[in-house]
């Protein structure tokens, strides 16, 4: 039986606790989209700079690489069972850096996904460089692919060509890292900025499509999702995160937090984004439940 930590009173948002591989065997509804930021395997013992402070790079024991044999089997395991989560047409966002995209990417081709693109996110506010003896850090990789490769997918190439300003979008997405207002209610060692997510799924999903997150950690996805009027199922085993997730999502109940997080993901766009978004500000939209409960 599925049971949820958290269901928000709109029932647009629910999360779950629990291990995705074993909790995705356990029921059958199937999402427009998903999208998933995985462990990066790159907790070595380095250190890094938050806040002008030497902090450690290492997440935790969910971070650590087992090594290649072993990453290679987790990522199998957890995209295999996403691609059952998948409606015929429905598409795969999935984050990483070099230590685990490539992985990643193998394993999608393997399952018979068609990738799509491998989108860079280049970050304007990235840590220094502590050691001085490479390039800057600066840049994560996003690939986006789709579940059939002879089934065509949603895309919103108006929308994006719009949001660029009238040319097309293009692969090289120049946004910042998370900011400080997006930790109001915590914050999580991986945490993914709104703007990147609010463009990741107006690109492709409609409203009220179901989207996703089988790590959900702190819930930028569903943040994102409900803001966009879009619904959302976020999986994660840790308490505190689906914590701050509960709270990031009860904080927006509020509508003037609502539309201040609207207003602040407008600015990294232009004003197409801000008319949708105000076409969107409607009472919360009270849908059936997520039909995945005994």
Known sequence: MVQSYYRSRNRDFTLLQGD??????????????????PPYFLSNGGISVQSGKQVSVNKGDWDKSQGFVKDNKFNFDWISLCRDKLKEDGTIWVSGTYHNIFSVAQMLTEL????????????????????CKFFTHSTEFILWARKNKKITHYYNYELMKEINGGTQMRDLWILPAIA?????????????????????????TKEWAWILDPFTGSSTTGIAASLLNRRFLGIDREKDFLEISKNRREEIEDVKIREEY????????????????????????????LPIYQ
């Open 262 to 289: 609207r207003t602040r993901i407008s600015k990294y766009s232009n004003k197409s984004i801000k008319k949708l978004l105000e076409i969107q500000n409607r009472e919360p939209y009270f849908g059936p439940d």
């Open 112 to 131: 018979g996904f068609r990738i799509l693109n491998c989108i860079t996110w280049a970050k304007t506010n990235p840590p220094p460089n502590l050691s």
């Open 180 to 204: 400080k207002w997006e930790k109001s209610c915590g914050k999580h060692p991986t945490q993914k900025s709104l703007p990147l997510l609010a463009r990741i799924i107006l690109s492709s």
């Open 20 to 37: 995705c591989i074993e909790l995705l065997t356990q029921f059958d509804f199937q999402f427009d989209m998903i999208f998933a930021d």
